[in-house]
């Protein structure tokens, strides 16, 4: 009995092993792959098979407005193109929060935010926080800057019937496309994303009027530190 419920252990041992190799070289093959292939995130994945809509469309990110591009950066990850993935200080602050007892707001960088959609889960928790970390300097590590933030425009869900990409919710919200986004507009977008179940850029109430006229001065003023994933390292703001 002892040797047969050892070797039950073991094969256990042995397949819990064999998933973990797999979960983990899922991330560590398709990374590269990114390089070249445009990816489908684990949301829309979610659509999919459920048999729910999905609406994306692909778009360069040279093709998209600059005002955007600042506008998302100033608004979710003002670090960006100086961090490695991870913005550590912030980090560390969170950390602090935490063991004080406080509130604490995530900390997620924009690079960790594209990990947790093409490889994580949505469900707040510490186990995925912990996962995002590595993933996010991985991915840092083989995706340039521009081609990061191309992924997260791409797969960023931006509205509540399965608007996903910078195309459908900038076609949902104001009936125009992605390039021929005037100051209002691009971050009227930005402020969507924390929220895009819930939050709606085209008929904003005063609360995300107010937070995206925050985001629009900061970017007007700060808007080169958003360069990186401009044509050239410029953007034309």
Known sequence: MARKASK??????????????????????????????DPISVPMLERYLTGRPVTRTWRDIDHVSDRLKASVILSEDGQFCRHWGVDVGALRAEVDNFLAGEPTRGASTLTMQVA???????????????LEIPLAIYVDLILSKKRIMEIYLNIAEWGPEGEFGIVAGSERAFERQPQNLDWRTASLLAVTLPNPLVRNPARPNAGLLRVAGIVEDRARTYGTRAACVGKDGRLDL
Request: charged share 15%; no cysteine; aromatic share 12%.
């Open 116 to 130: 947790r959609n093409l490889f994580l889960w949505n469900d707040q928790s510490y186990v995925r926080k912990a």
């Open 8 to 37: 039950g252990l073991w094969r256990a041992l042995r397949l819990l092993g064999t998933v973990i190799a797999v979960l983990v070289a899922i991330p560590l093959v398709l990374t590269p792959v990114y390089l070249v292939v």
